[in-house]
């Protein structure tokens, strides 16, 4: 058994949704599919989730909303049409948005979950509707008749671990199935949408219950590239990953696929594999618990994000005080500050976040650790960008740092800070956000050509 | 105002005292002087501060001392006759050592304390009153006197911050004075001693009490090398190094120089020189509060400490986790362990401690951390020594970090761990303990060759 996932883009246009179908009418072993809201069709597009978060705007300002709900019936329309389906489902939707309005117009923080997750929900009842029209049987099942019950905080679901047992029945199913993403339903009966990753959260979650043999994911690439091609031009992409790596990688901003979303996964060891809807026949990205490595070419990625901050503290015989960490990890934690890493020498200390976490307290923050940690000397670094560089093996092969380090400094890049060590996996490099691009090439010609 | 400190084989023997005198008498400022106990004349032979322990663990085990008495009696008398001192000076020694033994015998610490320290003060008669016989006017003067006021817990003295008002009275003093090193009296009237870098700690607070221009300090070397010389062949000498470098070669087995003797003398910027009392005119090592560097020449010393802990813990989305770190600081606290550092991956975390603050608690540390913390992995590494590579500047000098890692990869060692961002002035190596001398001289060679 594989589950599907089929992204935005995959799902944007009848014709985008004939290919789908043709990918999982092709192979018997993918009964389970999951599909997303329909996203963009062209550059200037608005996915329709997007759609449906201004129409919920319009609502809870009591505002005109019905020009916004026909531009979302149009968008389906088009679809329906585009698939020449003998349906009056359009209508159902219609009701369906007036309902959900109606019903939940006092609590706008349910209204938006249940809103702006009807996107997946129409459209895994419309492709259904369709795919059983074109002779292969195939069921839609809401996230409540497939057991994806969760917690009951809007915009946070987080599956029940009892869920589980619930969603490894469909296994029984006979026919093919279609799970709308991103969303589950509370104990109390409420639609709760996933915080991050939407849609690759639900085919996670399936995958494991299931116990799936293979996670495909479908999007419009065909797989992970080894550097962000918007920096690498026509970078080669990577044809296996370990979970490990994947995290690493996603951390400093790749975004193909949720590194969240691997959390099921992770116990059971379900591979996952990255696939492009357009070229389904390229070999995709595999993720996977463990892989070979190559000793010649043991750097399996390189990513770099900006927008990280740096705190630093020195005080002097700062290592022979106990408890002076545990007192900065405090004050951090008071003004609810979640940070990164905390790299440490003799006399000083630096803790590292994402700006966004320290972003409007950095004066109170200075001023905390200012009065209760006695310090010497304290300033705060705001244009940190954090340089990945990823690959099972690497600690185990002497000189690839001394590669890193012999490209960055032939690029005249400036190590504001490097931490190695503590993940095999991975060498981490602290540097300027205007060197953030030129880090990335630097190093990618280094290690692939 | 100078205060002149001499180490233990600087005032071993008769010989020794009058290099020591000759220097004093050479300069009207150098004023005041500490000295320690008469250390090792070669080799083989034994500290007087070794011997005065080994006379305190006869008396406590209730074993005949005389012998070991007499032993230290003929240290003393040897010096007190190549000087030709007419004095029954070793008379007093005797009866001292004797009152001592009878006032304290029933307070161990106590009287470890008093006889550990009483070479440094019997030393300090001696040259004070040898002095005076060749015509220049000098006063011993013991800690009490001096104003060397500290806490009460034997074997662990810290000063009083009160000391200080009457230690800057010595100023008006017109002799010469000589304070025996390494020991206060507490409040209550107790000989209590310094806890590390004894005699360096005595200088240090009268350098800072007085307010001195210069705090020198004679050892048997001409300053500080760049690296051991027992790994490098005469290694270059350091002309000036900061504080803060000093402490972060320190940190790595640097032992010219206590670093905990730098702290008084950190907030008033007393410059410290290192001299070799056997080859007064080497100009010798400067230890500063600041110092120009050169961007040729950025790397100023490289030190490797053996003997140092890892225990590593991969947690999958542990980045996630608020108060995973405190968890863990808090396991090491209940335990007193202190640790050094914590480097962090994305999904693990390595804590780095010496090994002894571990030893023999290891089974329970990593069971706690099991218990406690649900945890995916976990292990120890017990054979890490830390490579430290020192120099103001080197944050700012593109390429530094490269030339060690070049350095060290040619040479084939693998790194471990990699901390460089924190201190703006060190890159911290975390290799086998069998690589540490090999990892000096590699980067020995490319830095200064």
Chains 1, 2 share one sequence.
Not at 60 to 78: A, C, M, S, V
Not at 171 to 176: A, I, P, T, W
Not at 304 to 321: E, P
């Amino acid at each position: 058994m594989k589950v599907s996932k089929f992204g935005g883009s995959s799902v944007a246009t009848a014709e985008q949704i004939q290919k789908v179908l043709n990918i999982i009418n092709s192979d018997d072993e993918r009964q389970i599919v999951i599909v997303s809201a329909p996203g963009k069709r062209h550059e200037h597009d608005t996915k329709t989730t997007d759609l449906l978060i201004r129409l919920y705007e319009k609502v809870i300002n009591q505002l005109d909303y019905q020009h916004k709900k026909t531009e979302i019936l149009e968008r389906f329309n088009d679809i329906i049409k585009g698939l020449n389906l003998k349906t009056n489902i359009i209508t159902e939707i219609d009701q369906t948005l007036e309902r959900l309005i109606y019903e939940l117009k006092d609590e706008p923080l349910r209204l938006l979950d249940a809103l702006k997750s009807s996107g997946e929900n129409f459209n895994a009842q419309i492709i259904a509707a369709y795919n059983t029209e074109q002779g292969v049987p195939t069921e839609y099942l809401s996230p409540k008749d497939a057991g994806i019950i969760v917690t009951d905080e809007p915009g946070n679901a987080q599956i029940l671990e009892s869920s589980y047992e619930t969603i490894n029945q469909l296994n029984q199913r006979k026919h093919k199935i279609i799970i709308p993403g991103f969303f589950g339903y509370s104990e109390k009966g409420n639609i709760v949408t996933f915080p991050r990753g939407g849609s690759d959260i639900t085919g996670a979650i399936i995958a494991r219950g299931v116990r799936a043999k293979l996670y495909e994911n479908f999007t419009d690439v065909s797989g992970i590239y080894r550097a962000h091609p918007n920096v690498i031009h026509e970078p080669e992409i990577i044809s296996e990953i370990t979970y490990r790596e994947m995290r690493e990688l996603s951390y400093a901003g790749f975004g193909v696929f949720h590194d969240e979303a691997l959390q099921p996964l992770y116990r059971y060891r379900i591979p996952v594999v990255i696939k492009n809807t357009n070229r389904p026949n390229d070999p995709g990205t595999f993720i996977l618990h463990d892989r070979e490595f190559n000793r010649k070419k043991v750097v399996l990625g390189i990513s770099c994000d900006k927008g990280f901050t740096s705190i630093n503290i020195k005080k002097y015989l700062m290592n022979r005080q106990v408890g002076f960490t545990v007192k900065i990890l405090n004050i951090l934690a008071e003004n609810n500050i979640s940070f990164d890493h905390m790299p440490s020498g003799i006399d000083n200390i630096s803790i590292i976040m994402r700006t966004n976490q320290i972003k409007g307290k950095e004066q109170q923050i200075l001023e905390a650790i200012r009065r209760e940690c006695e310090i010497d000397e304290l300033n705060i670094e705001q244009d940190l960008a954090i340089l990945m560089v990823v690959g099972e093996g690497m600690s185990a092969t002497v000189g690839t740092a001394n590669k890193i380090t012999t490209a960055l400094a032939d690029a005249n890049i400036n190590l504001r800070m490097i931490n190695q060590g503590s993940s095999e996996i991975s060498m981490m490099f602290g540097i300027s956000n205007k060197d953030a691009e030129s880090a990335v090439k630097a190093c990618y010609d280094k290690c692939y050509h």
